[in-house]
């Protein structure tokens, strides 16, 4: 009886974290409202749960991610500044044209995150130069959030070499390399894409034959007078530490450098080399820029960790068991791949964040996973995918803070939300087991 209360207070928990979020309450108070209701019903020691469980989750990820999160903020960071991420993104608009402003946008904000720029952090960058194509061609703003969150994210995670938080903890659960399982990675991609450039054709058409165009905001015309008559860096000098930052790391992982290290490397040095090519255009303040950028971060961590920290919480209630064991029964009675699927979207959406629940998979499963038939490099990379379903549901912080920037509500925005970032990795991670197995890996 105590577990069935403990895991109905679990899910009432979640239910509760969501609403509270949605309704604009900050993620780190929210997280501790919602952690204290399952201490609570979990019959928790409630001092211990905090000052140790929550405080613990949270500070094991700042220790673990505390200069990944800041070296690629700072990156981000002197791009914006510099002007270097605008040069990229008028050319990709001037490739596509303004027409096709959804898939240039798409593609922009894919090509910066895998140079090495936070979902955080890039809808503040490709935002000001695609708002005005946007209004150009009267298109309304509510895809805007789909289409940062599928390009950083979604898009993101099914290219191979990417170095992310959440592919970092399920590598090192399975014991493979973040390069594991190309070939699965670059048909995830491309179908990852080609989905992208449909939906967003698609919906563009319904929502202007229903008649809703481009809504301006009151910070857009500000946004529009800030960038007028701004000299931007050329297009090869912006270029060469995107290059670089993305080469350098395949390197010194190839040289048998942990993959941690060689990611702070690679950032650090492609920032450096940023920042000389694009002395000019820091005017001066480039050590100003990149201490912004780098203490800017601090908060985009503690948005994440105190989600952590709830997840830490969750991981320590009794009532948790009963998932874990679900996720173990699925394991036995069906596909592995297909109940890996399912279960880390049950961690992803009880915990709110595709970072806890490809951590808690990777420590109470991976090990149950590798007992079984399968290719550890395909579960990578199929739970890599999948983790990315339930954790955008509506209180996921990444998708308010870019609905906050782009000037439109949670509620209007969400359903392209809904099918780009919690249907689409889903059905590219069914697509994935398909691959394994029939041993396209």
Request: glycine share 8%; with cysteine.
């Amino acid at each position: 009886m105590s577990s069935l209360i403990g895991a109905l207070g679990l899910l009432i928990a979640i239910a509760l974290l969501i609403l509270m979020i949605y309704k604009g309450i900050h993620v780190a108070i929210a997280t501790l409202i919602a952690s204290g209701l399952v201490i609570i019903t979990n019959g928790m020691d409630i001092a211990n749960s905090f000052v140790t469980t929550y405080s613990t989750g949270l500070g094991n990820f700042f220790s673990t991610y505390f200069l990944m999160f800041c070296l690629a903020s700072a990156y981000g960071e002197v791009m914006k500044v510099s002007g270097a991420d605008e040069t990229i993104a008028n050319y990709m608009f001037k490739i596509f044209g303004a027409r096709f402003a959804p898939i240039a946008t798409l593609i922009v904000t894919w090509i910066l995150a895998y140079g090495g720029i936070n979902a955080f952090i890039v809808v503040f960058a490709v935002y000001p130069i695609a708002m005005p194509l946007f209004k150009k061609c009267n298109i309304s703003k509510n895809l805007m959030p789909a289409i940062f969150l599928y390009g950083s994210v979604v898009v993101l995670v099914c290219t191979p070499g990417v170095i992310a938080g959440l592919m970092y903890a399920l590598s090192e659960g399975f014991g493979v390399s973040p390069l594991s399982a190309p070939t699965m990675g670059i048909v995830a991609l491309i179908i990852a894409l080609a989905f992208g450039v449909v939906y967003l054709m698609i919906r563009t058409k319904m929502s202007q034959a229903k008649g809703e165009g481009f809504i301006a905001s009151e910070s857009d015309e500000a946004l529009l007078a800030s960038h007028e008559g701004k000299e931007l860096p050329p297009l090869w000098s912006s270029l060469i530490p995107l290059i670089v930052v993305m080469v350098l790391r395949v390197v010194l992982m190839k040289m048998g450098i942990a993959t941690m290290a060689a990611s702070y490397c690679s950032i650090f040095v492609s920032t450096m080399l940023l920042i000389v090519l694009q002395y000019k255009y820091l005017k001066g303040h480039a050590m100003k820029d990149y201490t912004n950028g780098f203490l800017a971060s601090v908060n985009i961590m503690l948005l994440t960790g105190t989600m952590m920290g709830f997840a830490a919480v969750v991981n320590a209630a009794p009532s948790f068991q009963v998932f874990i064991d679900f996720a173990k029964y699925l394991a036995e009675i069906t596909n592995p791949y297909i109940s890996a699927i399912i279960s880390i979207n049950i961690f992803s959406g009880i915990t709110g964040a595709s970072m806890s629940g490809a951590t808690i998979f990777a420590q109470t499963l991976s090990d149950t996973y590798l007992s079984y038939n399968i290719s550890p490099e395909a579960m990578f990379r199929i739970t890599s995918i999948a983790s990315m379903g339930l954790d955008t549901l509506p209180h996921c912080p990444t998708f308010l803070a870019m609905a906050a920037v782009c000037g439109v509500t949670a509620k209007s925005s969400y359903g392209h939300v809904f099918w780009c970032t919690v249907v689409a990795p889903i059905v590219l991670a069914f697509m994935c087991v398909i691959m394994a197995m029939i041993g396209i890996i």
